[in-house]
């Protein structure tokens, strides 16, 4: 591992990761929903970007100037290719956190990201963040801070303390670190097997060692071969950050916070009783045993009134994603509910048209019902959270994303004539990435240059495919012949017509 690292794993690169909750626009609903003030987001920074996808797909479809550090320059030389290609003004380097913690050139931000980070860097590392987040970030400042938490984490530390010291003490020299984790996931495995006395303590560590097994080596490498690694209490992680002024405001996703889609009737009525608001986070994270954590910090939370609230939902603008037919009326999360029909298919059928919709034309339609406003606002923030809703930026943000969407989306649509790496493209409404995988990109490549017909589609996907020698896998089997490829291919066409190029028109992710 090289010395620059700090204990990092740098010899095999992050995957292609893309993270909505580190798009400021995001922020407002969670805030809203906490009845909270909705900070303006005009600089933002990432520390620790990995492959740099999240930080540039929002500094080219969102406002805010981009700036951050990774110190991989494998990861940094590809964040600053896309940055290049869109034009998006992003500003990243490879210094490592003590460096660019300490530069004096850096503007003070609005809003702060670290994804994962938290957990995989030293004691030492800690201090340094937290006191740049104590001087940059800015008075009514946001921080988006993910982490591994405790006590969910307690049962399976031991797996993860197995796996990094096989591999630290039973790797050949000059093994790779693909090789490495393939080996001490194995040994694990083997092991495990033999430790009845552990297995029936624990018994949902088989399980979780195969969940492993299936995992992108890559992502093992990062998430459990670093040399520091500290999952952590919310009470622990409250102490860090009260140094630095930050009072916890919600969680990053409205569902982590939605009650019903969390806790029983019991549950609820138990956490009613906890006084404290940081100690119900802590006795939430017991109940749910919570493993990872992705949360909103605020430098000087301000609440506002229901006249206030009022004012900021009339501020904003909504699009449906999902096909108001394929909505899914329930949420399976650490409990499965369903939604009340009756409730949601008013504010459905007034986004349905697939336009872009003032919050007023969805008060007007909640209005002709019994629906209440706090209704309706958590009608909006479920759907947001759950996908099937995007918030859609103002005209001024909008047009001056286009260029740069349309840039960068080029860049990306290109890369999927050779790989799926990045199943990513933006939005300029939205502000952030959207998921589309490597065929579905292919045949948005195909429509971009001029092919508007399926047949055309099928034909440039196929292509492609040859090119690499790479073949289609259809409910687990490998399709051999080319009969076999183009009829799946007819298949995903016939669905691309249907369900994903309306959308992705209708959000600019490729132009008509």
Sequence with gaps: MSAWSDGYVSDINYTYGYYTELN????????????????????????????????????????????????????????????????????????????????TDLPDFDFIGLHGIWSWVSHENRHILVDFIRRKLKVGGVLYISYNTLPGWAAAAPIRHLLAEHAHVMSAPGQGMVQRVTDSVGFTRELLGLSHHYCQQVPSIPQRITQIGEQNPHYLAHEYFNRDWHPMYFAEMQDWL????????????????????????????????????????????????????????????????????EQSWQQLRFLLMTPANDIALNINSHRAITLLPEMYQPVLTAL?????????????????????????????????????????????????????????????????????????????????????????????????????????????AWQALQAQQQLLIHQGEVLQTEAENRTELKRLAAHFADKVLPTALTLEIVAD
């Excluded at 940081?278 to 109940?287: E, G």
């Design 242 to 309: 009260e140094a630095a002024k930050l009072s916890y405001a919600c969680s990053a996703n409205y569902l982590d916070d939605f009650a019903p889609a969390l806790f029983d009737q019991e549950q609820q009525a138990f956490l009613a009783q906890i006084t404290d608001a940081s100690f119900a986070q802590t006795a939430k994270d017991y109940l749910l045993n919570k493993q990872f954590r992705k949360d909103y910090w605020v430098k000087g939370a301000r609440k506002i009134s229901s006249v206030q609230a």
């Design 352 to 460: 349905a048209d697939g336009q872009v919709h003032p919050f007023a034309d969805l008060a007007a339609a909640a209005e002709a019902t019994t629906l209440s406003r706090g209704q309706l606002f958590e009608i909006l923030a479920v759907l947001h959270a759950k996908g099937d809703v995007v918030l859609v930026q103002d005209e001024e943000t909008v047009a001056a994303a286009r260029p740069r969407c349309r840039a960068l989306n080029r860049y990306l649509l290109q890369l999927s004539r050779v790989s799926g790496d990045v199943p990513y493209l933006v939005s300029p409404l939205s502000g952030g990435a959207i998921t589309y995988d490597r065929i579905n990109q292919l045949f948005l490549l195909a429509y971009s240059e001029g092919k508007k017909k399926p047949a055309q589609w099928v034909d440039f």
């Design 24 to 103: 400021p626009n995001r922020v407002a609903l969670p805030f809203l929903m906490a009845g909270l003030a909705v900070p303006k987001m005009a600089a933002a920074c990432e520390l620790g970007f990995g492959q740099g996808v999240s930080l540039n797909a929002h500094a080219a479809a969102g406002s805010a100037n981009w700036w951050g550090t990774d110190f991989n320059p494998a990861h940094v030389g590809f964040a600053q290719e896309m940055a290049a290609v869109s034009g998006n003004g992003a500003h990243v380097v490879d210094q490592a956190f003590n460096e660019f913690c300490a530069r």
